[in-house]
């Protein structure tokens, strides 16, 4: 199995700070990596996939990098709205693991 | 983007099994993938298994093998989830996602269902 491990785990930031979050592969996993954004009581919702492809209607400043094992998120601005938890996730080859999480928290 | 909509919540004793359904919403059903995702209270996301609409194909996590079954109708546009010989640890909410696309990523998912397993 692909492990996926992400950080920080958590992070205190405040509104307008530019936010990083990296997500390791254990293996190479081409352009199979993508980034959930998931709220407290809610079902995620995709933010990047394909390593860097934004998702129709999530705003610009989320941004996303990376190739072969190390990938990264970034929010450019972070907004009030932005405050959640994010996971990276591998669909390269079954079972298609989330990392761990990384929980952004308001400062 | 498909609308998936999920059955209510559950409470079930252990050993007991629990059958979870997914309902697509249009004419989408055959466009995506169907996958099951669980999550525990507070924990993290866990991949449990997918299904192929189109050939029925399924697909299960090495941990769930043996216990998860998926299937479908496609008459009304409904996948299913069920887990069998359930034990507190099964206590989670459990989602269905569709997967397609670039990454194959999940773009879609269900409102979630909790389900609890209680003596």
């Known amino acids: 199995d692909i492990q996926m491990t992400q950080s920080p785990s958590s992070l205190s930031a405040s509104v307008g700070d530019r936010v990083t979050i990296t997500c390791r592969a254990s293996q190479r996993i081409d352009t199979f990596l993508n980034w959930y954004q998931q709220k407290p009581g809610k079902a995620p919702k995709v933010v990047i996939y394909?390593?860097?492809h934004l998702e129709s209607g999530v705003p610009s400043r989320f941004s996303g990098s990376g190739s072969g094992t190390d990938f990264t998120l970034t929010i450019s601005s972070l907004q009030p709205e932005d405050f959640a938890t994010y996971y990276c996730?591998?669909?390269?080859?079954?079972?298609?693991?989330f990392g761990p999480g990384t929980k952004v928290h308001i400062k | 983007q498909v609308q998936l909509v999920q059955s209510g919540a559950e409470v079930k004793r252990p050993g007991a099994s629990v059958k979870v359904s997914c309902k697509a919403s249009g004419n989408s059903f055959t466009k995506y993938d169907i996958n099951w995702v669980r999550q525990a209270t507070g924990q993290g996301l866990e991949w449990m298994g997918w299904?192929?609409?189109?050939?029925?194909?399924?697909g299960y996590a090495q941990k769930f093998e043996g216990r998860v079954t998926m299937t479908q109708n496609t008459s009304i546009h409904t996948s299913y989830m069920e887990l069998i010989s359930l034990r507190s640890e099964d206590t989670a909410v459990y989602f269905c996602t569709s997967g397609a696309g670039d990454g194959y990523n999940f773009g879609s998912w269900g409102q979630g269902t909790l389900v609890t397993v209680s003596s």
């Open positions: 299904m192929n609409p189109n050939s029925g194909n399924t």
């Open positions: 394909a390593i860097s």
């Open positions: 996730q591998q669909s390269y080859s079954t079972p298609f693991t």
